[in-house]
T-cell receptor, first 113, second 114 residues
Framework: KQEVTQIPAALSVPEGENLVLNCSFT??????LQWFRQDPGKGLTSLLL?????REQTSGRLNASLDKSSGRSTLYIAASQPGDSATYLC????????????FGAGTQVVVTP | NAGVTQTPKFQVLKTGQSMTLQCAQD?????MYWYRQDPGMGLRLIYY???????DKGEVPNGYNVSRLNKREFSLRLESAAPSQTSVYFC?????????????FGPGTRLTVT
């Protein structure tokens, strides 16, 4: 069964520092990996989606990489701001589980001014 | 486009009461999902509907029923609420085919059972 892990569960960085968030998955047979942001009391907002054939995807200050063979994805947020404080979750769509997604537990990020 | 919408946003129930959580999407998704999110447990799939007319159990289906009313609407029913069902409930949608699929989430329903 596919398992998705996000370590650390929480981190705090000073404003301006680059953020590096990790997502590991146990089975490389995936269609895609998706990164989400969740603000307290809110729903999940999609940030980036990486297809299994891609190595990375970029949107503004966000860059996500995918190394399918080693079961890892990394989300980089450049020059962090206090507004980046949120919980970040990753999810994979396995090829052997039609229509289901497997989520990590998330990394809670605090960016201090 | 409203995206994925959920009603109500908040609800308080007494043990044993019933209620239905509503979800609708206008994104032409064929698949819809109900998750619950609890502190320390992450997101857990309750039920999903791969297409109109089909529903399947997820990881934690006990105590819940679902109805895929049409392509747009997917409801979650608690027949006899229990304090263990206190949680935040999210509906999501996706277009599922043999390839890349992106999930979109609703804003959530915060349910408290006393």
């Amino acid at each position: 069964k596919q398992e998705v892990t996000q370590i650390p569960a929480a981190l705090s960085v000073p404003e301006g520092e680059n953020l590096v968030l990790n997502c590991s998955f146990t089975d490389s047979a995936i269609y895609n990996l998706q990164w989400f942001r969740q603000d307290p009391g809110k729903g999940l907002t999609s940030l980036l989606l990486i297809q299994s054939s891609q190595r990375e995807q970029t949107s503004g200050r966000l860059n996500a990489s995918l190394d399918k063979s080693s079961g890892r994805s990394t989300l980089y947020i450049a020059a962090s701001q206090p507004g980046d404080s949120a919980t970040y979750l990753c999810a994979v769509r396995p090829t052997d589980s039609w229509g289901k997604f497997q989520f990590g537990a998330g990394t809670q990020v605090v960016v201090t001014p | 486009n409203a995206g994925v919408t959920q009603t109500p946003k908040f609800q308080v129930l007494k043990t044993g009461q019933s209620m239905t959580l509503q979800c609708a999407q206008d994104m032409n998704h064929n698949s819809m999902y109900w998750y619950r999110q609890d502190p320390g447990m992450g997101l857990r799939l309750i039920y999903y509907s791969a297409s109109e007319g089909t529903t399947d159990k997820g990881e934690v289906p006990n105590g819940y029923n679902v109805s895929r009313l049409n392509k747009r609407e997917f409801s979650l029913r608690l027949e006899s609420a229990a304090p263990s069902q206190t949680s935040v409930y999210f509906c999501a949608g996706s277009w599922i085919g043999t390839g890349v699929s992106e999930q979109y989430f609703g804003p959530g329903t915060r349910l408290t059972v006393t």
